[in-house]
């Protein structure tokens, strides 16, 4: 059973919007949640992050914000660019298990 | 300062050959990581070593070994490589175990036929 759920494949936004990319979670022994983009060929690397103690971290263009009773996150990325056009993973980690668990990503497509 | 590096980029095996994926880390890095990317999936942990002389199973660790062989490298080996481990794999690191930020190699493209 899935344990981070990224619902949309894709998402395609115009330059210069908002792009909104949603996650949602079961484990409540989660600790932390993460956001990881990638481009083809190449690895992850890391964007963000957030504490389940927080509801919101900001880092720039980025912003993560956490519902803890829902269960749900999102990043927040104002304004969209085109370099932004990648796959984006969510990934959490805690309940004392070492690691992340990932979501299977959303392909953002930011068009001109 | 190369971060994680991984060999070989692209590597195609025939049902029942073995090999091994090397990883290195110049980061001085305790932990590191193996995970694999399937398409249309996310990222799932096969093994870990949290530090130099110990490893403990992930997700999916049926039919993969893995040795860390000082605290730059972890290897992981397939000793008879079937279809299902058709797959990106890909190797991470991080300071330690349970600080957040974890940094990947670019990943090598597994075929078994």
């Known amino acids: 059973d899935q344990q981070v759920k990224q619902n949309s494949p894709s998402l395609s936004v115009q330059e210069g919007r908002i792009s909104i990319l949603n996650c949602d979670y079961t484990?409540?022994?989660?600790?932390?949640f993460l956001w990881y983009k990638k481009y083809p060929a190449e690895g992850p690397t890391f964007l963000i992050s957030?504490?389940?103690?927080?509801d919101k971290n900001e880092d720039g263009r980025f912003t993560v914000f956490l519902n803890k009773s829902a269960k749900h996150l999102s990043l927040h990325i104002v304004p969209s660019q085109p370099g932004d056009s990648a796959v984006y993973f969510c990934?959490?980690?805690?309940?004392?298990?070492?690691?992340?668990?990932f979501g299977k990503g959303t392909h953002l497509i930011i068009q001109p | 300062n190369a971060g994680v590096t991984q060999t070989p980029k692209f590597q195609v095996l025939k049902t029942g050959q073995s090999m091994t994926l090397q990883c290195a880390q110049d980061?001085?890095?305790?932990?590191m990581y193996w995970y694999r990317q399937d398409p249309g999936m996310g990222l799932r942990l096969i093994y870990y070593?949290?530090?130099?002389?110990?490893?403990d199973k992930g997700e999916v660790p049926n039919g993969y070994n893995v040795s860390r062989l000082n605290k730059r490298e972890f290897s992981l080996r397939l000793e008879s490589a079937a279809p299902s481990q058709t797959s990106v794999y890909f190797c991470?690191?991080?300071?330690?175990?349970?600080?957040?930020?974890?940094?990947f190699g670019p990943g090598t493209r597994l075929t078994v036929t």
């Open positions: 991470a690191s991080r300071v330690l175990a349970g600080m957040l930020e974890q940094y």
């Open positions: 484990n409540s022994m989660f600790d932390y």
């Open positions: 957030i504490s389940s103690i927080k």
């Open positions: 990934a959490a980690e805690g309940g004392g298990a070492d690691g992340l668990t």
């Open positions: 980061m001085n890095h305790n932990s």
């Open positions: 070593s949290a530090s130099e002389g110990t490893t």
